[in-house]
């Protein structure tokens, strides 16, 4: 059974940083599409960070140059660097792992940018 499992949201500051991790039991990490995604109150589900199975990896336009997406692929987790927060980035953030043609998704960590 293939399990994601995020930590690492709470609430911070803007101009803070935080760091996600989710970690991935079930399956190896390298056949898969990893990625984030957020939802934010009353947003659509969107896609943060996404990399392919051979490490190639495509950001939003909003989070471009201040999110950063790791995959460590010897301890089966994916990480999420997170920089300069601001309110915007306000939203639940899940991790998503695609194995063709299954999609699995953890349940969640909320971030949270206030002053």
């Known amino acids: 059974q293939v399990q994601l499992v995020e930590s690492g949201g709470r609430s911070v500051q803007p101009g803070g940083s935080l760091r996600l991790t989710c970690a991935v039991s079930?399956?190896?990490?390298?056949?898969?599409?990893m990625g984030w995604f957020r939802r934010g109150t009353g947003k659509q589900l969107e896609l943060v960070a996404q990399?392919?199975?051979?490490?190639?990896?495509i950001y939003a336009a909003s989070v471009k140059g201040r999110f950063t997406f790791s995959r460590e692929n010897a301890d089966n987790t994916i990480r999420l660097q997170m920089n300069n927060l601001t309110p915007d980035d306000t939203a639940t953030y899940y991790c998503?792992?695609?194995?063709?043609?299954?999609?699995?998704w953890g349940r969640g960590t909320q971030v949270t940018v206030s002053s």
């Open positions: 079930g399956t190896a990490i390298s056949e898969a599409w």
């Open positions: 998503n792992a695609y194995i063709h043609p299954h999609n699995y």
């Open positions: 990399s392919t199975d051979e490490g190639n990896v």
